[in-house]
């Protein structure tokens, strides 16, 4: 039998990640360690990389986070604070009649929790969208032009400048039915 001479890569050094989420939820490190039941010394050594955590201690931090488990353990090294994409590097979207232009302005990160976007919609061009989940909520500032939206069996007419919030538990579609481009961005909570 020959001896395997692979050597494995170190784990992931995940303190920085957790103190991050850890400070976003304006939480300390004592009451951290209230709700996941992991010490303050043990989440203090973890969040400056001196405690190689176990799969458990991760998960109860995890959970007291409220964040998936593969958030903390698919944090990258050396990974930098920015992340910038080009303008032709933004993906887009198009709607079915081709008239309707989604940016994708949000990280992949949150697509299961918040999704951003800027769009554009030539005159006559029209989104439709499905029910999104329950209590879900859009929130849409048009910048140029005008659109109808209609949520259900309601409709509403926005012009430039204004800010629309509504239900998306239910149907809805956004029309341009006027003359010139609408263009604005829209920011999904779901």
Request: aromatic residues 4%.
């Amino acid at each position: 039998m020959q001896a395997n001479n692979t050597i494995l890569e170190a784990p992931p050094k995940v303190g920085s990640e957790i103190q991050r989420l850890r400070l976003q939820h304006n939480l300390t490190l004592e009451q951290l360690a209230v709700k996941s039941g992991v010490s303050k010394s043990i989440l203090s050594q973890i969040e400056r990389d001196l405690s190689n955590p176990t799969l458990a201690t991760i998960w109860r931090i995890t959970k007291a986070l409220e964040r998936p488990l593969e958030d903390i353990l698919s944090v990258k090294e050396g990974t930098t604070c920015f992340e910038k994409l080009s303008q032709n590097a933004t993906p887009e979207v198009m709607s079915e009649d081709s008239g309707f232009r989604l940016k994708i302005l949000g990280t992949l990160n949150t697509v299961s929790t918040v999704q951003w976007y800027e769009f554009t919609a030539e005159p006559k061009a029209e989104l439709v969208s499905e029910a999104h989940g329950t209590g879900s909520l859009e929130s849409l500032t048009l910048c140029t032009g005008e659109l109808t939206v209609i949520v259900g069996d309601e409709t509403q007419y926005i012009c430039k400048g204004d800010t629309l919030r509504f239900r998306t538990d239910v149907a809805h579609r956004l029309k341009n039915e006027g003359k010139g481009k609408a263009h604005g961005f829209m920011v999904n909570l779901l």
